[in-house]
């Protein structure tokens, strides 16, 4: 098993992304963070975060094959797309699309039912990008707004003002970005059904094998379980 850096283990995430990684008092956070320390632990190599700032999710797998990344634990969704791109770990998570709204501003969206004439925001790059194009596509939306990777505090402000009538994104993360925000609440949950999992370079067949091992022993002494309980609940 080789890593970029003799000794140190690489892991590309983007951040923010609560409850998955962030940043709070200067020190980096989330499920994926304290996991990928523990597996780093259970390795016997150190742990090295590498941000990634790009504006289109999708972009983070380049890193795994211009080698500034041994892997990405990024709240990632296993899609065919990005299997071509990376081999994936056993996944840790299962979770889902969300609906957010403004209870204010549209009181009345409580599904992607209620979406018809309405501007619905996504991420670039994000699992909930394919699926606002489709409910565009069958005239279920009325136009799909697309916001760069890391701009997701602007677009949550955005709601907030009423220039967009819904956000879709994983459950978790908008549970935790509407914590403090009280006009904005998820509506809707499991509007698909996704797995989460750690994704390695596409010649690193070893690596892969060594993460699994090292999350399947996390998971028999109970760490995994707790890291969820603790991060994203049930």
Known sequence: M?????????????????PFEFVS???????????MQAIAAELGLQWRLVTYKGADFNDIFDGLA????????SGTTVTPGRERKALFCEPYVHSGQSLVCNI???????????????VLAVQEGNTSQPVAQ???????VGDVRVYAYHDIGKMLDDLDAGQIAAIM??????????????HLRVVQERITQEDLAIAVGLSNEP?????????ARLRA??????????WIGA
């Open 2 to 18: 080789d890593t970029i850096a003799s000794g140190i283990l690489s892991v590309g995430s983007a951040v923010p992304d609560p």
């Open 25 to 35: 008092d200067g020190k980096d956070c989330g499920f994926d963070i304290e996991l």
């Open 66 to 73: 211009n080698g500034s990344m041994d892997c990405i634990a």
């Open 104 to 118: 204010e501003k549209s009181p009345n969206v409580r599904s992607i039912d209620d979406l018809r004439g309405l």
């Open 134 to 140: 489709r409910l565009k596509a069958e005239g279920r």
């Open 169 to 182: 994104k994983l459950a978790p993360v908008m549970h935790w970005f509407t914590k403090d925000r009280p």
């Open 207 to 215: 690596l892969r094998r060594a993460i699994d091992d090292a999350q």
């Open 221 to 230: 002494n109970g760490t995994l379980s707790r890291l969820i309980e603790k």
